[in-house]
């Protein structure tokens, strides 16, 4: 059965308002607040580097059809440095993009070799503790550990991550033995030997964070400052149709004089194209 339909309140007469029940209040939503499927950002926001292609595509285009538009020289100015300016955060987003398809694809790996280095620095430190800090052999292998520590977290971000410690498979059952006993057996490091190397040194230096972030190279272990700033070049943008280098003077005489001396001009423009092809 079909439920009654509310009466409005001016449907009610004003002797029973008191006995009636108020509506309750309806909150409003803030025009702020975003519906809820929509949630993160905008495509726009999401992928700079989709609007940044088609912003310099059509600077571009405009720029090279300089002779139809006849654009103005203060215009042209502001139009190339626009261009200029595009073009270094499209460098900016795309190796934004890499450096975080990057993190997504090593982050799992670098955290289990962080642990397992980990691990093993707690345990050469006990060891240490037991031997009463006299071992040279043992403080040689604690050191070496610490950097395999450090080199799972401190790996340069915008580089393919080389994994530490290789698995193999174990091909006799005297390996996995070995495996299961409480001293575990030596491992054999594998990964990057330059920048495991460089880890080491940044340990000394304190530097651990710029070779992070790639501001350190494995050539010069100097800070560089300027080496994330991505250098683009003046855009250099040629009309399809070049100007003349100097408009024609106008020529005297009859009709005949005139035709010559414009052949003329032809022949030599083409003799100077034809120089400077096969130059």
């Given at each position: 059965?079909?439920?009654?339909?509310?009466?409005?309140?001016?449907?009610?007469?004003?002797?029973?308002?008191?006995?009636?029940?108020?509506?309750?209040?309806?909150?409003?939503?803030?025009?702020?607040?975003?519906?809820?499927?929509?949630s993160?950002?905008?495509?726009?926001?999401?992928?700079?580097?989709?609007?940044?292609?088609?912003?310099?595509?059509?600077?571009?285009?405009?720029?090279?059809?300089?002779?139809?538009?006849k654009?103005?020289?203060?215009?042209?100015?502001?139009?190339?440095?626009?261009?200029q300016?595009a073009?270094?955060?499209?460098?900016?987003a795309?190796?934004?993009?890499?450096?975080?398809?990057?993190?997504?694809?090593?982050?799992?790996?670098?955290?289990?070799?962080?642990?397992?280095?980990?691990?093993?620095?707690?345990?050469?430190?006990?060891?240490?503790?037991?031997?009463?800090g006299?071992?040279?052999?043992?403080?040689?292998?604690?050191?070496?550990?610490?950097?395999?520590?450090?080199?799972?977290?401190?790996?340069?971000?915008?580089?393919?991550?080389?994994?530490?410690?290789?698995?193999?498979?174990?091909?006799?059952?005297?390996?996995?033995?070995?495996?299961?006993?409480?001293?575990?057996?030596?491992?054999?490091?594998?990964?990057?030997?330059?920048?495991?190397?460089?880890?080491?040194?940044?340990?000394?230096?304190?530097?651990?964070?710029?070779?992070?972030?790639?501001?350190?190279?494995?050539?010069?272990?100097?800070?560089?400052?300027?080496?994330?700033?991505?250098?683009?070049?003046?855009?250099?943008?040629?009309?399809?149709?070049?100007?003349?280098?100097?408009?024609?003077?106008?020529?005297?005489?009859?009709?005949?004089?005139?035709?010559?001396?414009?052949?003329?001009?032809?022949?030599?423009?083409?003799?100077?194209?034809?120089?400077?092809?096969?130059?």
């Amino acid at each position: 059965m079909a439920t009654k339909r509310p009466h409005p309140e001016s449907a009610i007469h004003p002797s029973r308002l008191a006995q009636v029940p108020p509506e309750p209040s309806r909150k409003r939503r803030k025009q702020t607040e975003k519906p809820a499927h929509i949630s993160g950002p905008s495509f726009k926001k999401a992928h700079p580097v989709h609007d940044l292609k088609a912003q310099i595509r059509s600077l571009r285009r405009l720029l090279e059809h300089n002779n139809k538009s006849k654009l103005p020289a203060t215009v042209r100015v502001e139009k190339e440095r626009a261009l200029q300016s595009a073009q270094r955060e499209l460098v900016e987003a795309e190796r934004a993009r890499k450096r975080s398809d990057i993190i997504g694809r090593w982050h799992k790996l670098r955290f289990f070799e962080r642990q397992k280095a980990s691990k093993r620095v707690k345990r050469l430190k006990k060891e240490l503790a037991e031997a009463g800090g006299h071992e040279l052999k043992v403080e040689e292998k604690l050191r070496d550990a610490e950097v395999d520590v450090n080199y799972a977290i401190y790996y340069p971000l915008e580089k393919e991550y080389a994994p530490l410690f290789a698995k193999k498979k174990k091909q006799d059952d005297a390996a996995e033995a070995d495996d299961e006993s409480p001293e575990p057996a030596e491992y054999e490091r594998e990964g990057d030997s330059e920048i495991w190397q460089l880890v080491k040194k940044c340990m000394t230096d304190g530097t651990l964070e710029a070779l992070r972030n790639r501001k350190l190279t494995a050539d010069k272990h100097d800070l560089e400052p300027g080496a994330e700033q991505s250098t683009v070049p003046a855009p250099i943008v040629q009309p399809r149709k070049q100007r003349q280098k100097a408009d024609p003077k106008p020529l005297d005489g009859n009709r005949r004089e005139r035709r010559k001396a414009a052949a003329v001009a032809k022949a030599e423009s083409d003799d100077d194209s034809e120089g400077g092809f096969f130059e």
